[in-house]
């Protein structure tokens, strides 16, 4: 079950997983303890966000400056799904 | 052609401090003398990282007996790889630690054979219990993340409460509970091993009141007793998918136990490279895809969720690799299974453990 994440929750990347970007498959990825995950564009741009220092809906803004239609509900559900792959951590 | 591979599986030595009677090795160990230099190690990492492995585990046996271990370290970290270290915990000192750290390892995975010093150590073979303790405190200081692991079988299935409380007591954060899967070693101890049903269905519930006790805080995986199950495990998440095994000898394998498929012809890396053989070997395209299932696999709906389950089990119990995994409910050799269980499980005289040995 992935639980909600609010706005007001600011995540960060966990200790032990390494962000970096492939050249074989042209992606960035995220590495951690016994898994890979490959990252679109819109992923690699929130997990690069993640710093323990921004909220969600903070992120949600910085992207919104960047690409058009940026929902914070779908920041927030996108970083649901990397809190439960255990790549990000959320405080508050 | 294939998907590139995420992982690299390096067991860099068969040589291991301790004799654990379900040891994933094969039962024909690697010698010292048939080991793979620094140099083919080198070029292995080099191969596997051009693949597309970005993940290498760095396991054996025990990979502290190799001298060259920090050099591989750093290598591995130098081609931008998530470096893995698979230990034991015998002979990893403060110092050593610290070193393979600065090198550039980011995770260790401890292992534990049971819950207390007596209990681990009977099951190791030797007094190892001290040392791993000691050694998740030195992976704790150096703030590195660390896995315990735990393979489960009927000597200590029923102290699972306290192995839970001693891994959150080194500090893991993850806790993988395996159940022994039965190739090599494990096979040959199998009526030493087998949990009984009893054991299990206590079990089951202590494992997920921690896991819902300790969420966020400590992940514990449980990998399931396979026999005892209706559907067999998705092993390897598919033939030739996602990760491959160099042996110490540079065996090229599709999974780390595929040495027991006498039918495959197992390529090396002297001889070819990991991209031809990934790619382009009868070994590694045997099992791929769907096209090589039979019924009851190939018109199942669970053949994208279980892929037919595990070859070399199929291939141990029924002599044939490409038959559903025996442990299937829909297998018509699941009676094998079933018999096996009825006579194993509680054996009237339940045989001593074979301590793995190099001999």
Known sequence: MISAVALDAVPRIRRGVKCTYDQIRSAHVVLFPEGVLVLNETAASVVSLCDGVRSVGDIALVLGDEYDGVEPADIASLVARLVERRVVDVDG | ???????????????????????????????????????????????????????????????????????????????????????????????????????GVDHVQLSLQDATREGNDRIAGIKAFDRKVQAAAFVRDEDLPLTVNTVLHRQNLDNVAGIIAMAEEMGAERLELANTQYYGWALRNRAVLLPTRDQLAAADPVVAAAQERLRGRMEIVYVIADYHEAHPKPCMYGWGARQLTVAPNGDVLPCPAATVISTLKIENVREKSLHDIWHDSPSFNAFRGFEWMRYPCRSCPRKEIDFGGCRCQAFQLTGDAAATDPVCSLSPARSTVDLILETEMAPPEVPAMAMRKMP
């Open chain 2, 1 to 103: 052609m294939a998907e590139a591979p995420f992982g690299l599986l390096a067991e860099l030595t068969h040589r291991c401090p301790l004799q654990c009677g379900y040891c994933s090795n094969p039962v024909e160990l690697v010698r010292r003398d048939a080991e793979l230099s620094t140099e083919d190690w080198r070029r292995v990492f080099d191969q596997a990282r051009s693949l597309g492995a970005l993940q290498i585990h760095l396991s054996g046996g025990e990979p502290l007996l190799r001298p060259d271990l920090p050099e591989l370290v750093t290598h591995a970290n130098s081609l931008g790889c998530y470096v893995n270290l698979v230990t034991s915990g015998v002979g990893l000192s403060r110092e050593r630690l610290r070193d393979l750290a600065a090198r």
